[in-house]
């Protein structure tokens, strides 16, 4: 007798009908690793299971794992929270010994964020700027030193508290103080305030002349 049989949980059916209204976990997880959340899960589970010093396992191994849930779902929250420098997030959770399944947590996120100053030097926050600014400009398709004409003051504010703009950057850049003082109610610039206390960084950059002239110098590089 003709049968059909299920690649991934290797069900027998003996109905065709049947066999292609099928579903099966393995076969969504399959599924998954088709997609980019899939690879991207993938990925950062070989970083986390590098920087442990373990060694590499293959896809098959990482769908068959305890931990897929946990990365997909780490996939999917990094993304939607715009998580800055996620190699670094993924190191911090080895050093803090939180397993994987805890990385979606809020107050994990809002640890890390805010401890993001001693976690990323200022050049890898200037770096990870430019990449967000990189990122919007294929969104609004235009120049990246043109997205000021495109963001909404909610969007930007949004950005900043994410650690996704950093004031290296931003602080140094005639497009942004333009944008602040001309499309910003009195509202949203209170809530900038409060994301980036004036005094507090004009002290950093006191502090780091060296430092700062350089970003200037890469912020008026990039006509901004
Ligand atoms: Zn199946």
Known sequence: MNYFECEYCLKKFVKEGFFKKHTCKEMLKHKLMRKPI???AYNHYST??????????????FIDSKLFKPFIEFSQFSTRMALP???????????????????????????YIK?????????????????????????YECKPNHIFRYIEPSDLIRLIQAK?????????????????????????KALLQQQIGPSKWAK?????????????????????
Request: negative net charge; glycine residues 2%; charged residues 30%.
């Open 48 to 61: 986390w299971l590098k920087l442990k010093g373990i060694r590499e396992y293959s896809v098959e191994q």
């Open 164 to 188: 996704k703009l950093s004031p290296w950057f931003l602080l140094n850049s005639k497009v942004f103080h333009n944008f602040v003082l001309t499309e910003m109610t009195r509202e949203q």
């Open 38 to 40: 899939g690879l991207q």
């Open 85 to 111: 420098g996620k190699v670094h997030f993924i190191s911090y959770m080895i050093e803090m010994d939180i397993h994987p399944k805890d990385w979606v947590n809020t107050m994990v996120y809002d640890h």
């Open 115 to 139: 401890n993001l100053d001693n976690i990323m030097s200022p050049e890898e926050q200037f770096d990870e700027t430019v990449d967000t600014v990189m990122e919007l400009s294929k969104i």
């Open 204 to 224: 950093r950059f006191e502090s780091y002349p060296k430092k700062n002239e350089k970003f200037r110098q890469r912020v008026a590089e990039m006509n901004f």
